[in-house]
């Protein structure tokens, strides 16, 4: 499922049976749970395969736009293994997550993510913890610009039935052009419709999430202060193996705190995307 905003928080593009989100970047997926579940797409030694595309008006990272508000076209795959055994539900995943950008005067056209990791999942699947690895990789950007960066993530996840719950904590040692220490705390909540019914092949599901983003060297990154908010408030729509998306997303900088341009600014993202 595609969501207007996210990078790949590692489950995100984590192969799982339940056919998982592919977001735009950062902001936490707005939810982990995908719509019905289906055939897994069978790998070697017992794992399963996923893959999915997703395209989007605009790729936001974190509320702030990658692409200077214009579309985003996005692509994941993915590997899980199957989990140890049936008293330990321990599963390891691997994944790439890519999608356009624009950095104006930089040449960078790219980003290419590679994710690793372990999931956990408990009281039938109900609960689920994922402690992940990101590296994000800029295509053409000078290597003067130090954009390229590792990430250490830990995701936890319940599912109330009526509602699915998530919260995370992501950690950088040295964050996005040289910015030092980074953290990234999110909280989401993901809440079903099944009152609204057109067919079996059609789903909706409302959802809603807030980030805090601290950056140490933040001159480096392009911010006035040392953090700042983000959040999201959206709908998707499954109809048909298709997921549509729309969502109002923002931030608490500024025009003048984000380097004099819209791309930290109020707006609707909307998205289609496939899985598969």
Known sequence: MAYAQGTPDSQTVTVTQDPQTQVAQGTPDAATQGAPAKEPWTAPFGGNFTAGFAVLNDYSYRGISQTQ???AIQASLGYETPT??????LSAYVGAWGSNVNFPGTGTFAEIDLLAGLKLKL????????????????LSAPSSLFYDFNEFGLVAG???????VSA????SPNFFANSGNAWYKWASVTVPMPFIHVNENVA????????NQYVERFVNYGIPNNNYWDWQLGLVVSV???DLSAAYTGTNLSVQDCLGTQNCASRVILGIAKSF
């Open 168 to 171: 995370a904590v992501r950690y």
């Open 240 to 242: 048909y193996g298709f």
């Open 84 to 89: 140890v055994s049936e008293n330990i539900p």
């Open 204 to 211: 909706f599901k409302a959802f809603g999430t807030i980030g």
């Open 123 to 138: 009281l039938d699947d109900k609960l689920t913890f994922d402690l992940g690895y990101i590296r994000y990789n800029y």
């Open 69 to 71: 508000r214009q579309v």
């Open 158 to 164: 319940y599912d109330f039935g009526v509602a699915q």
